[in-house]
């Protein structure tokens, strides 16, 4: 065994395998250097390494050529599989003909949104550069996925899943699988990303999707199909799906079987069964399924939701040494949102479940926290000198030539964008929309309520960086104080992604004590590219490395920050 290196065993190694396969690591010692400081890594946390080359190549996951793009390669990107603290470092290589940006949805990198992977964070990767990413999973679990931010690059690719498993020395509420697979599903354009561009860019809606994907592949159903999965009868296996598409809310299900919902986002949820379940953009679920059919082939289904014309694409999972076609009868899709909003209503959470540390889930009482301020946002749809934007309370966001995050640190962000420039309740008239960058000024450590309103006819879906929240309400109609009688306050489950129906409120609750620059944003890519995001900024007062981790050495830097002296770091 060489120097410096370990043999590590995971929880991911499942079936006959399990408890003889080792994975080796790159172990940091005591101290890693990190950030420009000394980042304490807890006990030589593992460091898993990768180094990615962005390309673009011709994919047709609806049959239509299109230029895609490719992480080292692949078309999805690589999965990520790592453990609870591991240390993750990905030299992304951008060898595409334009910027290029990655994020790393649902990883809460604490005390450091350098590495989250945003405009208002970072700098782009500029054609034929490359940077280092380098951050922690820390005390997470859970099932999420990575995609590119700029420009419309996610509708074509650059994007994959993202496991953190559980360390072997916390348990989980199940057996382990016979396998762990990953599922991504999402709506497809085959106009390609430059087109789709173009198209915002001059004002005007993208339209309904072309189909729908399974990990970048669509079954044609002539028994030719390759599987996407297999699986042993008897045995249970485990499936993260995630909705990576840029528009459409999908529903997802197993022709014959059911699904056992068992964490949704980094939480252990209680492990109620469905036959079908609604998949939101940016949203990812893990399901058991148990093969308990007949042994031959079956579909896997994902279908548009909220769409006038439903499209449905199905994939192959294969029994071994199974018999038999898949039936073309598929399970049919569920109809109308209220469906969607009862089923909502369904996941709790797995209060007395570990899960990233030994305590239980539930031991964080979250309802009996006093609101010290509440935020109501309002999305809206408007046209600014003739061309389509969208806002939150009469603002739609602009993105400044230099990354917010880069602006505060070096202290210019006079220079760059106002704090506050959005109310915390919509205006009385919301039609009128100014542009400009978005930035609440957070207080630290304050608990806070935000309150998602939608009075378009279209569902929304809104991601927090950096955190998770209580998803502890949602209804139709108008929200008014009153409605907080009816919040969830002891078992809504932990999550990063939230939808809001149409005509309808949806309500969270969290604690901002990670120091930072935060996206708050639109998982609908068009609303996101024209103007429905903005940030969180959250400063600790103390400015000390116990709160947040300096500006790490080799960042990017552009805009106005660009050759200026590096500010002094934190020393405590």
């Known amino acids: 065994m060489e120097e410096g290196t370990v043999w590590y065993k995971r929880r991911d190694v499942v079936g006959e395998k399990k408890g003889k396969e080792m994975v080796r690591l ?299 076609a898949a039936s073309s009868e598929l399970p049919p899709p569920p109809v109308g949102w209220a469906w969607s909003l009862n089923q909502f209503r369904t996941f709790r959470w797995n209060l007395t479940s570990n899960a990233a540390r030994p305590n239980p889930q539930g031991s964080y009482k979250y309802g009996s926290i006093n609101i010290t301020r509440t935020i109501r946002l309002a999305n809206t749809a408007q046209r600014v000198d003739g061309k389509l934007r969208y806002a939150l309370n009469g603002v739609s966001y602009v993105e400044p030539t230099t990354p917010l995050k880069l602006a505060e640190y070096y202290g210019v962000a006079d220079k760059v964008f106002k704090y506050d420039t959005i109310p915390d309740e919509p205006p009385s008239d919301n039609t009128k929309v100014t542009l400009a960058p978005i930035v609440l000024n957070m207080t630290h450590r304050n608990f806070v309520e935000i309150i998602f309103e939608n009075h378009e006819t279209a569902i929304q879906s809104y991601h927090l960086s950096g955190y998770s929240f209580f998803a502890v309400g949602m209804d139709v109609g108008k929200w008014s104080p009153e409605k907080r009688m009816n919040y969830n306050l002891l078992d809504a489950v932990s999550r990063h992604t939230i939808q809001v129906f149409p005509n309808s409120w949806s309500a969270i609750l969290l604690t901002f004590d990670n120091c930072g620059m935060w996206n708050l944003r639109s998982e609908i890519w068009d609303r996101h590219y024209l103007g429905q995001q903005l940030y969180a900024s959250v400063i600790s007062p103390n400015r ?29």
């Open 26 to 324: 790159m172990l940091v010692s005591m101290l890693f250097l990190w950030a420009g400081s000394m980042l304490m890594v807890q006990g030589g946390d593992p460091t898993l390494f990768f180094e990615w080359n962005v390309t673009y190549g011709t994919i047709a996951p609806l049959g239509v050529p299109v230029k895609g793009i490719l992480i080292n390669g692949q078309f999805p990107g690589p999965n990520i599989n790592s453990t609870t603290n591991n240390n993750i470092v990905i030299n992304v290589f951008n060898n595409l003909d334009e910027p290029f940006l990655v994020t790393w949805n649902g990883v809460q990198h604490r005390k450091n949104s350098w590495q989250d992977g945003v405009l208002g964070t970072n700098c782009p990767i500029p054609p034929g550069k490359n940077y280092t990413y380098k951050f922690q999973v820390k005390d997470q679990i859970g099932s999420y996925m990575y995609y590119p931010v700029t420009a419309m690059h996610k509708a074509v690719g650059g994007f994959g899943g993202l496991r953190v498993n559980s360390r072997l020395l916390i348990p989980v509420p199940y057996a382990d699988p016979a396998d762990d697979y990953t599922l991504l599903v999402g709506d497809f354009f085959n106009k390609g990303h430059t087109s789709l561009k173009r198209i915002l860019d001059s004002g005007r809606n993208l339209g309904r999707c072309d189909g729908v994907h399974l990990n970048g592949k669509v079954a044609k159903g002539d028994g030719k199909d390759e599987p996407l999965f297999t699986m042993e009868a008897g045995k249970t296996y485990k499936y993260r799906i995630c909705n990576t598409g840029i528009k459409t809310s999908l529903n997802v299900r197993f022709q014959g079987h059911t699904m056992k919902l068992v964490e949704m986002e980094g939480s252990h949820t209680m492990q109620n069964d469905y036959d079908s379940l609604d998949v939101h953009v940016g949203q990812c679920f893990s399901v058991l399924v148990t093969a308990n059919q007949e042994p031959r082939d079956y579909y896997v289904v994902a279908s548009t939701r909220f769409t006038k014309r439903e499209v449905t694409a199905t994939g192959i999972i294969r029994y071994k040494n199974g018999k038999g």
């Open 544 to 572: 000390s490395l116990k709160d947040e981790y300096n500006l790490p050495e080799g960042v990017l830097t552009c805009g106005i920050v660009q050759g200026m002296p590096r500010p002094p770091p934190f020393s405590s």
